[in-house]
């Protein structure tokens, strides 16, 4: 797949190529050559943009930035210091790339900067670049900076193909690398961080390191092709490049296109440009970023996924739209010329790509084989040994089930968590050892929540100390504390809404404790699925499944990391009674492999069913811990449920 | 006073009332009681028209609000004290308790109101300028309670005003609920101190998975076996 | 004594950007729209007055009488598309740019991409100043300042003490339980947008009124007002003059004893400190936010 895929490339790239080296043969007017270096500037910026804010989610206004350093780069070591055309490019392409490397350092840092605070800090970085450059004398100085025409190969006819030629080289390592992170590890990464970045980093995602990453491969091709721009305009000013009219552009051309896959900014840029060109070629010049703000505003709302998803649903329609409509204007002839078709051709395409529609159909869903029959609420050790024995060699029953314990997995010491002056955690001491199944209970606001989120690395605890497997965790980032063999499930389901069933507990076996490639872990989430029993559901994109599968889904991906201790935070919160033996009976299947489970669950006769043993926290105490049944008729416990005065009449 | 027939609530996919039929007559206190995660303020949330994703009736002096708009709902002589009190933590007491008081056919009313919350709940009086967020527990239960008096209702929906407080502040609170009865003023309690909600009302029901598995007087309800396992969900 | 004119001078233009962030700060906190499209308003604001006066012979200041009501209309109906709509807070910062975009050109194409000035003889306040003590002040800037205090502490004694202003507090701190105590957020919405862009028509006033104004002339504002929204602490109006007055003379003082290319350094640096440690406002505390 990806090496036919970046083959194709290759051959996209000489095709095109041969359009300039041969241009005069062909008989190909110069205008076309001038027109495809403006798309292919923009399908560069648009792609660069893409990689960072559509892959990942985080929404940037600053590419401008980008543009501009790499413009200046070139600008000022060419024109001011001499250095070869040619050198200063990937110079640019390498000081962009270190931008944006400090401006994730800082953004990325601090968590909670998605959305609009995100976007609000990108916007301000052109404005300082732009203040920079106007101060220093040495970069511009405030008149900006004339780039020395580059020599260019004497086979090429004339400096616009040169231009073409080099554009066509950027954009097309754009797209290709584009394509190359969206097929691999690195694309997944980026995919489950605009899905659901805690969930992401709860199942071993690397999340900081992944955008880092990203917002380098932005700056780097931002920059690269920022450098060849310094040499289209040939005089490089701060208006030129640290504006609102890049962002702008990219933004548009992205949400037009479609930001989760690699295609979307292509089209997104093509389109855009053709437009635009059509429209200044009619004398409606004025009319340009009308338009443009017209489609990003209608779009948004509209359709927000853009071009390249519904392509995908109706390309016969599209392309029969294109061909009919070009067709007809150019037999008729009545009007303009052979790009004026072709435009209002794409044009109609457009329209019937996006035209609203029926919802695509849900996925067919195949009958269950077993889930629809509720699963016997007792499963026997035979059962579940048996359903856990063709699950795969990963999940293997080990020697430690119910009753058998082992040695202390998780050991918290003192633990204790404010929140502002509320004491939510105070001084708990608990150990857990390997082969429990431990429930944990406790009224609304006990702090058995607080407790999963100190285990998961999802909040730190003000003092104390919490060790798993011997580990101490506090301060580990989440994806290491997952990748030292803890994992969760959310109260309320967070799947990866743009990937199957299947590619959700993929991804948490391809970053799980031992990370697997793409087509092993698919291949291995078969088996995750068969524990609870959702291989039915495989291909179903979450939207489609209800709250009971989204649970189930959570404890597979939840189990795809092979953790050693299982958190599932009111697993069952919101099912009917049906569901809720069935949940039961998928949870015995899952510590029947021999993982350690801590259950947090309103349901005591849940609880009683399933635990080998109970902790009951009240007011952010432990109130009391053990076997089930001794917890279950301590008068403290009662009490704690039923009042002040219950234990005091007893039943 | 309240009529709930048939009623079923959703999350979504996940139903989580199943045909509640519950009554409170003029001037009564009654009690919801049962586990954590049974309904109880779902239910309360849906009469009080804050979650609207139901079907059956919720009729108020005869006028079904099931369909009324959350904002039109206090038009009806129904006030909430939230679960977790809620109050507007970034305004003053005295904000939070005028708020109580916004819709235009009780604003007359303001100053008696201010003047009956301040009686009732002296500690509001003196903390009148603070802000609601820097109140402790159980004075964030009182202006959570005060604000709903303020919206003169005939109905108080109340929704574990016991959570997280004190004992000696819950005995406040519910003094204060026998108060407010007192004066007339039906009450419907949603509470998980099961012992002390069924000490301060006439009638309660036990809601567990959804539904209503028993209900009678507080006397048949104390201390009953039944009562006892659902809360415990045994 | 250059520097202290220099920022007692700058402090009164911040006043100005007070005025242009109040309504977005407010549309932001309280009905989480973040409304780049508020400088469109403000720009056809300025430009309006521009045209009223050269054209009609309107005093520029009693301009307002006429856009204000217009805005107010502009902006309550663009409340009501966005909540028709479902357009949440981030989607309607690309929405509203969008519309900010749609704006400019069509100013542009209106009054075409030159500057535009009032003439003295329709605007008798550019060549006033007055003088106090030692140091003197362009009219427009001292008008404008007036303005924002007058326009800030209505705002503010509004919010505080009429049951609007508390309903809209409330609403912007738990909209659940706000529509319990008969808080119609619609509307109330609407009237709060419709208020904003009446601000943005006053805004767009005192611009013109010491300005020459073209249609890309909300670029230079954007970094500016977003600095005085953030510093101010979003959806606090009282903030908003504070950061106004301090961003104002901020970038004087830096204009005034480096370069004038320099304040933007400071100022947009100064907004990404406020955005990576204090995101809430100087005034609120960072864990509150984080809540």
């Known amino acids: 797949m990806m090496a036919r895929g970046l083959g194709g490339f290759v051959l996209a790239f000489a095709a095109l190529a041969a359009l300039a080296v041969w241009r005069e043969d062909l008989g190909l007017p110069i205008f076309y050559l001038v027109l495809a270096s403006t798309a292919l500037f923009w399908i560069a910026q648009a792609t660069s943009w893409n990689v960072l804010s559509g892959y990942s989610g985080y929404f940037s206004f600053g590419q401008g930035a980008f543009v501009g350093v790499g413009a200046y780069t070139t600008a000022v070591l060419g024109g001011r210091h001499g250095v070869d055309f040619y050198l200063t490019v990937p110079v640019a392409a390498v000081f962009s790339a270190l931008l944006a490397l400090l401006v994730g350092g800082l953004a990325f840092r601090l968590r909670s900067f998605r959305g609009e605070i995100f976007a609000l800090l990108t916007l301000a970085v052109p404005f300082i670049l732009a203040a920079l450059a106007r101060v220093n004398s040495e970069i511009d100085g405030g008149q900006g900076v004339v780039v020395p025409v580059a020599e260019y190969p004497e086979w090429l006819a004339q400096f616009q193909d040169f231009l073409y030629l080099l554009n066509l080289v950027v954009a097309v390592a754009a797209v290709a690398a584009a394509f190359a992170i969206q097929h691999t590890r690195f694309g997944w990464a980026l995919a489950s961080i605009r899905d659901a970045e805690d969930v992401a980093e709860g199942l071993g995602v690397a999340t900081f390191r992944y955008k880092m990453l990203a917002i380098a491969v932005t700056g780097l091709i931002g920059g690269a092709a920022g450098s060849l721009f310094a040499l289209q ?94 067709g007809v204007l150019a037999i008729v002839d009545g009007w303009g010329g052979p790009l004026d078709w072709f435009v209002a051709g794409v044009l109609a395409a457009v329209a019937v790509v996006l035209w609203p ?20 609420t007792d499963v026997d050790r035979g059962e579940a040994a048996e359903s856990s ?12 089930i119910d009753g058998e314990v082992g040695e202390v997995l998780v050991e918290c010491r003192d633990v204790t968590r404010y929140f502002g002056g509320v004491r939510a955690l105070d001084g708990v001491s608990l150990q857990i050892r390997a082969g429990e199944l431990v429930g944990l209970v406790g009224p609304n606001g006990s702090g058995k929540t607080t407790l999963v989120n100190l285990l998961s690395g999802a909040l730190r605890p003000t003092s104390g100390s919490i060790a798993v497997a011997g580990r101490d965790i506090v301060g580990l980032a989440p994806h290491r504390i997952a990748h030292v063999g803890v994992s969760r499930t959310h109260q309320i389901p967070k799947p990866f809404e743009s990937m199957t069933v299947r590619d959700n507990v993929a991804m948490a076996i391809m970053f799980g404790r031992s990370a697997r ?135 | 006073m309240l009529e709930v027939r048939e009623l079923e609530a959703w999350y979504g996919q996940a139903q989580a009332l199943w045909g509640v039929d519950l009554s409170v007559a003029d001037g009564e206190v009654v009690c919801i009681v049962g586990p954590n995660g049974a309904g109880k303020s779902t239910l309360v949330q849906s009469i009080a028209g804050l979650h609207r994703s139901t079907r059956g009736t919720i009729a108020v002096d005869g006028v079904d609000v099931a369909r009324v708009p959350a904002h039109r709902v206090g038009d009806h002589g129904v006030a909430l004290v939230p679960e977790g009190r809620r109050v507007f933590a970034r305004m003053t007491v005295h904000d939070n308790l005028v708020l109580g008081a916004y819709r235009r056919a009780v604003r007359p009313g303001l100053s008696a109101g201010l003047d009956r919350v301040h009686a009732l709940f ?91 598995v028993a209900s009678g007087s507080s006397a048949e309800l104390t201390g009953s076996a039944l009562v006892r396992r659902s809360v415990l969900g045994l | 004594m250059t520097t202290l004119q220099a920022a007692l001078s700058g402090a009164l233009v911040g006043g100005m950007f007070a005025v242009m962030a109040a309504g977005l700060s407010l549309t932001w906190g309280m009905l989480r729209v973040i409304n780049l499209a508020h400088f469109g308003l403000i720009l056809v604001g300025a430009y309006l007055t ?51 975009i749609i704006v400019m050109q069509t100013v542009s194409n209106v009054w075409s991409a030159d500057f535009q000035r009032m003439d003295g003889d329709v605007n008798p306040y550019a060549t006033e100043s007055v003088s106090i003590g030692r140091f003197v002040f362009p009219a427009p800037t001292l008008i404008a300042f007036v303005f924002a205090v007058v326009i800030v502490v209505a705002a503010d004694q509004v919010l505080r003490r009429t049951f609007a202003g508390r309903a809209l507090r409330a609403f912007a701190e738990d909209r659940t339980v706000a529509s319990a105590f008969g808080i119609d957020h619609r509307r109330l919405g609407m009237v709060l947008a419709g208020l904003s862009a009446a601000s943005a028509a006053v805004a767009g006033m005192l611009f013109a009124l010491g300005n020459a104004v073209t249609p890309s002339t909300p670029f230079e504002w954007i970094g500016m007002v977003f600095a005085v929204v953030i510093l101010g602490g979003i959806g606090q109006v009282g903030g908003v003059l504070l950061a106004g007055v301090l961003v104002g003379t901020l970038s004087a003082v830096v204009s005034a004893t480096w370069s004038p290319a320099l304040s933007p350094l400071v100022l947009f640096s100064a907004i990404i400190l406020a955005l990576l440690f204090r995101p809430y406002g100087l005034l609120t505390p960072a864990a509150r936010g984080a809540r």
């Open chain 1, 233 to 326: 305009i040939g005089f490089v000013t701060v208006e030129s490049v640290f504006g609102l009219t890049i962002p702008l552009f990219v933004i548009v051309m992205s949400v037009l296109g479609g930001r989760a896959h690699w295609l979307g900014p292509v089209l997104g840029a093509v389109v855009i440009v053709l437009i635009q060109d059509r429209l200044s070629a009619s004398g409606f010049e004025g009319w340009n970023l009308i338009v443009l703000g017209a489609i990003l505003a209608v779009l948004v709302v509209v359709a927000p996924d853009g071009l390249q998803a519904r392509l995908w649903r109706r390309p016969w329609q599209a392309a029969v739209a294109l061909v009919a409509v070009t």
């Open chain 1, 357 to 376: 529609g029926k919802a695509p159909a849900p996925a067919e869903r195949r009958p269950a084989p077993s889930a629809a029959v509720p699963v016997p």
């Open chain 1, 389 to 400: 024995g063709h699950s795969g060699p990963q999940l293997r029953p080990n020697s430690t």
């Open chain 1, 517 to 651: 490639p793409l087509a092993a872990a698919r291949e291995e989430a078969q088996a995750c699925l068969d524990v609870v029993h959702l291989r039915h559901l495989a291909d179903a994109k979450p939207a489609e499944i209800n709250l009971h599968e989204r649970q189930l889904l959570e404890m597979a991906r939840a189990i795809a990391t092979k953790p050693k201790v299982l958190l599932l935070d009111e697993a069952l919160a919101g099912l009917n009674p049906a569901e809720i033996d069935a949940a039961v009976a998928v949870v015995r299947r899952i510590h029947a492999t021999g993982i350690t489970i801590v259950i947090v669950e309103h349901l005591l006769r849940v609880v009683n069913q399933l635990a080998t043993r109970v902790v009951v926290l009240n007011q952010g105490a432990l109130l009391a811990d053990g076997d089930p049944r001794t917890v279950m008729n301590d008068p403290d416990v009662i009490r704690a449920y039923l009042g002040r005065h219950a234990h005091a009449r007893g039943t």
């Open chain 2, 122 to 212: 002296p500690r509001l009086g003196e903390r009148s300028s603070q802000l609601a967020g820097s109140l402790s527990g159980g004075e964030q239960q009182m202006l959570a309670i005060g604000r709903a008096l303020l919206a003169q209702p005939r109905l108080l929906l109340m929704d574990e005003p016991s959570l997280g407080l004190a004992p000696v502040v819950v005995d406040e609170v519910f003094d204060a609920i026998r108060a407010i009865n007192a004066d007339g003023v039906s009450v419907l309690l949603v509470e998980q101190d099961v012992e002390r909600a069924l000490e301060v009302s006439a009638r309660g029901y036990v809601l567990a998975e959804g539904r209503i």
């Open chain 3, 50 to 100: 521009f045209e009223l006066a050269t054209s009609w012979g309107i005093d520029p200041i009693l301009t307002i009488v006429l856009t204000v009501p217009l805005m107010f209309l502009v902006g309550a109906g663009l409340q009501w598309a966005f909540d028709r709509l479902g357009v949440e807070e981030f989607a309607s910062l690309l929405v509203s740019f969008g519309l900010l």
